[in-house]
């Protein structure tokens, strides 16, 4: 590998930073950006501090989110129910973020919770009957 040594997710430097990059993909992708955007209307300057705080807690072990994640998620489902093609290119858009630009430990720690949330999620929501 002639490349440079990627960094890993093991500082809140590199974490903000890789939820930030995989935030622009997510908001600039044709299936995921009007869940964000017309869906739930996030405000960015709201929503991506919590974000980074909650991946921070997942990876680091930070104390800075207290959020319950499932019943936010639960109340946009209810907006619009999310499918498994939306969590499985959710997933595709966070993998590819980490191979861009990480590797590591962290990463690949990341990369599992990431698999875990996706499941979780889709299997916790209520189906809708279209699937």
């Given amino acids: ?3 440079p040594l990627q ?6 430097q590199q974490v903000e930073q890789f939820v930030d990059r995989f935030y ?7 299936q995921l950006a ?11 300057e709201v929503h991506l ?4 705080n909650y991946w921070c807690k997942l990876l680091l072990g930070e104390q800075n989110y207290r959020r319950h994640t499932m019943n936010i ?7 619009r129910p999310l499918t498994r093609a939306d969590f499985d290119r959710w997933l595709e858009l966070f993998t590819a973020t980490l191979d861009q ?6 990463t690949e720690k990341a990369r599992r919770i990431a698999t875990a949330i996706a499941a979780n999620m889709q299997q916790s929501l209520p189906e809708n009957t279209d699937s």
């Fill in 1 to 3: 590998m002639s490349q």
């Fill in 7 to 12: 960094p890993d997710l093991d500082s809140r």
């Fill in 24 to 30: 622009q993909r997510v908001l600039a992708d044709e």
């Fill in 34 to 44: 009007p869940i964000f955007l017309d869906v739930a209307s996030i405000d960015l």
């Fill in 49 to 52: 501090p919590h974000i980074r």
């Fill in 73 to 79: 998620h639960r109340a946009l489902h209810a907006q």
């Fill in 101 to 106: 630009y990480y590797s590591g430990p962290y």
